[in-house]
């Protein structure tokens, strides 16, 4: 396989803003250049595409839902935990896809339905692989997405993230499916924990609130049948977002004291520390600064980017004859959990969370009892389904037969599937690269300012030029973003 050229500098996501995506991509590569000559890491480059990033407890749906975006079986599916890397999935044209994957081994061919929607056995042996999505190894995914060169010493050491190339020629859908899966990178997580070692908590916390900056959305996906399981996960998030809004100046500081004290040091190791008692230290340090620093209040606003995702909804309701799913139980499951465990920050409100339930899921799920059906009757399908009760069985009540002879239940319970699939597809609104483009100028005229306001060279009158570059360029940077329609 050749090697991974780095990912397309910029996509054009709207195609009315050819002029200002050029006015935007050279002041951001002037602050880059200034960033290189003051020595100060570019850690806010976007991402080409919008990124959506899962989390979530091991067997939570998240590869599934992977799997059903894309419309192609690129991820393995199971009950217990297969991933223990993160892995971004992406689109590629065809002819990048080549490349990559040399031209020698690249053999495309057709493909039915049912061939491109089963779900990954093993990867090695898969006959899709280098046809319909190609495996990049943790090198080719870091030298490919510079943006994860903060934690490459972390990733490269354990392996821990990959990359999913899926060919765009055997793209399906819609038009606009296929230009929301264009323009789309899932990052899917492993399953996480809540560590009682500070040292790996430390750790967990500063990969998860990194995925969370560089994420335009998370989805943290919920078993439906086991949400009160998921609690020590709710305060690693709820970490992880405090840790990003807050960053160095408190959250990092009141880790690495507790790190650093005497007690916690003693006997040679780290003692083991409870995710509460964390919460406890972090709160007092986050309000003491409060107190000092007025501040409004901000209601659910830390939530914009975070989706709770309710999944497997179908094995906790039946729909109603309506054909819609009503799982007011497990909302209610999940807002007394998320009140009972939130320490700091408020409850999202109801439009941030979804119930949902796969097709895919549901037929392999049924296919598989059927199998076990004719295993253990050990006769014909046909006339097992006669019986009494008028020549109809129960099983012929909840199924309907195909065309192929195969039965399939008579209604797939999705709940608010659709409605997720539209949050991810409203990443495009108004929401182009030259939008993450200004969110970062903005973050980095502010480290270059605090920079250069504290070198000698500023006292001594030598870089007001470039202050005064950095302030222009912030200055347009916010005229464009005030200027923009709100979503």
């Given amino acids: 396989m050749a090697a991974a050229a780095p990912a397309p500098e910029w996509v054009l996501v709207d195609d009315t803003e050819p002029a200002q995506v050029f006015e935007v991509r050279h002041e951001y590569e002037q602050l880059e250049e200034m960033m290189k000559k003051w020595e100060v890491p570019n850690r806010h480059k976007p991402f080409a595409k919008n990124v959506v990033c899962l989390l979530g407890t091991t067997s939570s749906g998240k590869s599934a839902l992977v799997n059903h975006f894309f419309k192609t079986g690129v991820k393995k599916v199971a009950v217990f935990q297969l991933d223990t890397h993160f892995t971004i999935i992406e689109t590629v044209p065809e002819a990048e896809f080549r490349r990559i994957v040399g031209q020698q081994h690249y053999q495309p061919r057709a493909m039915d339905d049912a061939t491109l929607d089963a779900p990954v056995e093993d990867h090695f042996s898969d006959s899709r692989r280098n046809v319909v999505y190609a495996v990049l190894d943790t090198a080719s995914t870091i030298a490919r997405h510079e943006q994860f060169e903060n934690f490459s010493s972390v990733f490269r050491k354990h392996e821990l993230i990959n990359a999913v190339l899926i060919n765009e020629r055997y793209l399906r859908g819609s038009e606009q499916d296929k230009r929301r899966m264009r323009n789309t990178i899932f990052i899917d997580s492993p399953g996480f924990t809540a560590e009682s070692d500070l040292v790996k908590l430390k750790g967990n916390l500063e990969v998860l609130q990194y995925l969370y900056t560089l994420a335009d959305l998370t989805l943290f996906c919920?078993?439906?049948?086991?949400?009160?399981?998921?609690?020590?996960?709710?305060?690693?998030?709820?970490?992880?977002?405090?840790?990003?809004?807050?960053?160095?100046?408190?959250?990092?500081?009141?880790?690495?004291?507790?790190?650093?004290?005497?007690?916690?040091?003693?006997?040679?190791?780290?003692?083991?520390?409870?995710?509460?008692?964390?919460?406890?230290?972090?709160?007092?340090?986050?309000?003491?600064?409060?107190?000092?620093?007025?501040?409004?209040?901000?209601?659910?606003?830390?939530?914009?980017?975070?989706?709770?995702?309710?999944?497997?909804?179908?094995?906790?309701?039946?729909?109603?004859?309506?054909?819609?799913?009503?799982?007011?139980?497990?909302?209610?499951?999940?807002?007394?959990?998320?009140?009972?465990?939130?320490?700091?920050?408020?409850?999202?409100?109801?439009?941030?969370?979804?119930?949902?339930?796969?097709?895919?899921?549901?037929?392999?799920?049924?296919?598989?009892?059927?199998?076990?059906?004719?295993?253990?009757?050990?006769?014909?399908?046909?006339?097992?389904?006669?019986?009494?009760?008028?020549?109809?069985?129960?099983?012929?009540?909840?199924?309907?037969r195909t065309a192929d002879g195969e039965y399939v239940p008579h209604r797939l319970v999705t709940g608010d599937l659709s409605r997720l699939i539209e949050a991810v597809g409203a990443l495009n609104f108004y929401d182009s690269f030259v939008v993450r483009l200004d969110a970062a100028i903005q973050l980095m005229c502010e480290e270059l300012r605090a920079k250069i306001k504290g070198s000698w060279s500023y006292a001594a009158l030598l870089a007001r030029s470039h202050m005064q570059l950095v302030n222009t360029i912030h200055a347009n940077s916010c005229r464009r973003s005030r200027a923009r329609p709100s979503q």
């Fill in 222 to 400: 919920i078993p439906s049948d086991s949400i009160n399981l998921v609690s020590s996960q709710v305060a690693m998030l709820e970490l992880s977002i405090l840790y990003a809004v807050h960053g160095e100046n408190h959250f990092t500081k009141a880790l690495d004291a507790l790190l650093s004290a005497p007690e916690n040091n003693g006997g040679g190791g780290l003692f083991s520390f409870g995710i509460s008692d964390l919460f406890n230290v972090i709160s007092r340090k986050l309000r003491s600064v409060s107190d000092e620093q007025p501040t409004a209040y901000d209601g659910s606003v830390y939530w914009d980017k975070v989706k709770f995702v309710l999944t497997k909804i179908d094995r906790c309701n039946s729909a109603c004859k309506c054909g819609q799913v009503r799982p007011e139980a497990q909302y209610f499951e999940l807002g007394t959990m998320l009140g009972k465990n939130l320490r700091f920050l408020k409850a999202p409100v109801f439009d941030q969370c979804f119930a949902v339930a796969l097709p895919e899921q549901q037929l392999q799920l049924y296919r598989q009892q059927e199998q076990e059906r004719r295993g253990d009757r050990g006769r014909d399908r046909a006339g097992d389904r006669g019986g009494d009760n008028g020549g109809k069985g129960e099983e012929e009540e909840m199924y309907r």
